[in-house]
């Protein structure tokens, strides 16, 4: 039933939201306020943001360095810098990136903010924690705002992250992903094993008739 209500969601909404996402837009949440820049993926409309925010702000980050793959608009950056963290954000969209800058400095909160593809623009060093909020339609996106809704052919986006995850792990390290319950998890999961990774649920909570799973990566030991 929930699946048929967003299938109609979805026919009747989606035309407004995409003309209201045409121009830049203010958000505002927990007393961060944001310019959410055209092609840039906007909290307001999608669960996922919301979900990830509000666990962030019951997690104790204070003095954690925090790396966000696929950064956005950079509200969950901004929240865990609000906390305390001291935080790295990455995007492929570039205009992601001035977004999140622009965000960091109107809120005078400082993030470091790297234009990258998943890892590739950064240094191989260790981070407390990671979170990331992916992409996870298959198939190539076609303009800089696909780039929060497809993860590529064959799924490129979830085996170049977890291939290149123990570069930026050490055993201590948490590693925090959100995906819904409209995506394909059995591929993910799949993927996720092949590199010695299981994905345990956390936290799950429904916004507007859709789940939300926030899963922690777990390092397998391969010899066990």
């Given amino acids: 039933m929930n699946r048929i209500i967003r299938q109609l969601m979805s026919w009747f909404y989606r035309p407004i939201l995409e003309r209201y996402l045409r121009r830049d837009r203010p958000f505002r949440y927990d007393g961060l306020e944001l310019i959410i820049l055209k092609s840039v993926f906007h909290p307001a409309f999608f669960g996922s943001s919301k979900v990830f925010a509000g666990f962030l702000k019951q997690q104790p980050l204070a003095g954690k360095k925090l790396l966000e793959v696929g950064c956005g608009s950079g509200l969950l950056s901004l929240v865990a810098a609000k906390a305390g963290a001291v935080v790295t954000a990455v995007d492929i969209n570039p205009t992601a990136i001035a977004c999140s ?8 909160l400082r993030i470091e903010v790297v234009h990258s593809d998943i890892f590739q623009n950064l240094q191989q060093e ?5 979170i990331v909020n992916p992409p996870f339609f298959e198939g190539q996106a076609k303009e800089d705002s696909s780039y929060a809704w497809y993860c590529g052919p064959d799924f490129y986006f979830f085996n170049t992250f977890f291939r290149e995850l123990p ?4 055993p201590h390290s948490k590693v925090w ?12 999961k799949a993927i996720a094993a092949e590199h010695n ?18 899963f922690e990566i777990q ?6």
Wanted: charged share 20%; with cysteine.
């Fill in 177 to 188: 992903m959100i995906l819904s319950e409209v995506c394909d998890l059995k591929p993910i």
């Fill in 101 to 108: 800058r622009a965000n960091a400095q109107n809120n005078h």
């Fill in 126 to 130: 260790a981070y407390d924690i990671i």
């Fill in 167 to 170: 570069n930026y792990t050490e």
């Fill in 197 to 214: 990774y299981q994905m345990p649920i956390i936290h799950q909570e429904t916004r507007l008739f859709e789940a939300f799973l926030i």
């Fill in 219 to 224: 390092a397998v030991d391969a010899a066990g």
